[in-house]
């Protein structure tokens, strides 16, 4: 189905993103942070291809497309004669307009927090075309607040439910982006090649006041501070030769970062710092031939290198403590070779089969020398049937193989924060799943839709957290602790609400429910999968939370030139199961109230009230005096902060 810009006339987007954003019954996903090429990529194609950049997000490159450059959104379920798929059962397709001229935009927006800090930020964007040639930049810089600090308290409780510790906190923290984007694409060789190149500067800083008030008074005081420079570069080269279709792609990109946390109280001190330098080298051949109206065949082969270094210290009342796996040197060396036929059987049934074999070896040397080899085996089947005009149901048989997270083979920084020592470990294997999936899905009143999915996957190799120990302490570190499985239920709404008199309206909804299953490493015991802790949007595979939801009601004012709206994300909670702990984080409903008037058809003013009922985020951690199946639970310890919500004022103006 397409939808020209004239669909949305009455909703006035200013940005393809926001044209994504609106369509019936499309839940937009920007993509997965993955090593390689293959998983990384979004629901959504520009021109009928994926970008070539991670550190340059989806959600950015489609931010970048001015409205005035869509031709149309194709809204692709089931697949589409030269249309690579990405893996997923529907896709959006942004086809741009290839008439000459420059546009661009600039947005300027500040953030007055209810603590009395003031954030600015500055946001500058535009594409030129000439002919057949194209080139895009962005810039952004500026602050933003950390929406789960603020202020709060404290209470620790013993066994016996008697007060320990009594206090009140003060946590201000906020982060700041230094982001500079570009690409170019040209015409070469009779195809087309796309150039793109990202600099991405982000540091965050956060202070912790801690003012103890019972049982004595004194003051506990935490520093930290995270600086990651990333920076990518990116190349894809695809020709027609008539029937057929090759790609060229080759990608390199570098994440640095420097981590510091520094504790203090009257009778203990601890310091912990990490330097951590990550690169990736990927070059992919993809060669796609239409068959015939009906079928679709494509073929290809990957090639990755990634690299870790890493550097832990940890100092506790300035005694150095050797931490498991603190200094280490990782190297994987990956290829995948892949094979995918869709094939269309009729005009409502459609079907997808793809074989891909993965090959691995991960050496590391350092505090931990080894080297191991990894082959997966990964089969995928799809259907899609179209059993009336409004109605299709789609089916999903998978093997999926989780991607080794660099960040699990180095010591995490709680151990400043809390004392519990999470330690790193490069001898893990991936997880894998078998997944099973059918989704049905309703249309209705032409711009709505309700679908309902459901997932069952057996996981082997779970990758959790497993007790170590190293002198007197004990430990945990990440592990693969055994088979698990993973239920899932999701519910998702987009329906319009003229009908209840509310003329213009939309709203969109999705709630998921989880039941997820794990043998305890330490207990031996049934429980939960722990929840995951990943920088960037993380696999599928690794979603535990038992439920979350989110709505977003937008009603658009032509007459004023005007459109307001609601967005709720729900609470939920994470759980970390370790050795002698299990911390829980609960974070409750996030509310944003916003309006936006178009002043001119080149000026926007948007307002948005964040959290304006004030945000709670508590984090409960009940602690044993070691491993939790024999030692005696010792105390329990609730945190509670208070985040009271923000006011942010954006003004926006384009050009051309």
Partial sequence: MSYPPSYFADVGPSTALEMVQRLPGFTFDKGAAVRGLSGSGGNVLID????????????????????SSVLRIDVIRGGAPGIDMQGRTVIANVIRKGSSGGKGAATWTTWPIADGRVLNGLRAEGEWRWGKRLLEASFVFGKGPNDQAGDGDRLRLDAAGRPLIRSNIDWDAQGERRWLMGAYETPLAGGRLRLNGTFMGNDAAGEYYDHIVYPGVWREYQYSADAKVQGELGARFNRRLGANQIDLVAFQQWNNSDSYVRFESPSLNR????????SETVGRFNFRRTASPSLNLEAGIEGAL???????????????????????????????????AAWRASPTLAFEFGLRQEVSTVTSSGDVVLEKSLSFTKPRATVTWSAMTDLQVRGRLEREVTQLNFDDFVANNSVAQTGAVIAGNPDLSPMQAWVAE?????????????????????????????????????????????DGWRNEIQLSLSSPLDGLGLPLSMLKAQVTFRETEVTDPTTGTPRQISAIVTYGPPPAIQAVRESEWELHYTQDLPKLSSTWGIDLVGPYIDR???????????????????????????????????????????????????????????????????YDGAIQFRLRKTFG
């Fill in 48 to 67: 009928g291809e994926p970008p070539v950049s991670k550190n340059d997000t989806l959600e950015e490159v489609l931010r970048r497309i001015p409205v």
């Fill in 271 to 278: 310091l912990f710092t990490n330097t951590k330098d990550v």
């Fill in 306 to 340: 990634n690299t870790l270094d890493s550097a832990t210290s940890l100092k506790i009342n300035n005694t150095s403590l050797a931490l498991p796996a603190a200094n280490v040197h990782v190297e994987e060396k990956r290829g995948e070779l892949f094979g995918v």
């Fill in 438 to 482: 059918v989704a049905v899905e309703r249309r209705f009143l032409k711009r709505g839709s309700v679908i309902v999915t459901v997932r069952h996957a057996e996981l082997k190799d779970v990758i959790d957290r497993a007790p170590v120990y190293f002198g007197n302490l004990v430990a945990d570190a990440p592990a693969n602790i055994g």
């Fill in 576 to 642: 970390f199961f370790r050795a002698s702990e299990i911390e829980t984080q609960k974070v409750e409903t996030w509310m944003v109230v916003y309006g936006e008037w178009k002043w001119r058809p080149d000026l926007s003013f948007r307002v948005e009230v964040q959290a304006p009922l004030a945000r709670d985020v508590a984090r409960v951690r009940d602690v044993w005096s070691g491993p939790r199946n024999t030692a005696p639970f010792n105390y329990q310890d609730y945190r509670n902060l208070q």
